[in-house]
């Protein structure tokens, strides 16, 4: 019922001549992004170990380089969170413009 509203508002919106641009989306991409999330936490995890062991073996260079990977995963876990945020409305998206 809710599309048939939502498409029937856009038909109409369409129709009227003081609309040049009507984009309708309805693709919920929340589920790719917190897959992908959870991938990087992954990816910062095995990092992190890993520099602990190179810091434990002496190898200063290598246990920095790894925790400065592990550090850059975290943040992309964290922007995939915040696009699974974003995206995880559920409905449809209905822009309006010129």
């Known amino acids: 019922m809710k599309r048939f ?15 040049a641009q009507l984009v309708i989306g309805g693709g ?6 917190e897959q992908r999330a959870d991938q990087d936490r992954m990816d910062a995890r095995r990092d992190s170990a ?11 260079r290598g246990a ?7 550090r850059q995963e975290w943040r992309d876990a964290n922007r995939q969170d915040r696009h ?7 409905g449809v998206n209905i822009q309006l413009g010129h």
């Open 28 to 33: 919920n991409d929340a589920e790719r992004h």
């Open 84 to 90: 699974a945020d974003r995206d995880d409305h559920g």
């Open 50 to 60: 890993e520099a602990q062991r190179d810091a434990a073996m002496g190898n200063y």
């Open 64 to 70: 920095s380089r790894e925790q400065h990977e592990a």
């Open 5 to 19: 509203y939502f498409l029937g508002l856009a038909a109409l919106l369409t129709a009227s001549p003081a609309m």
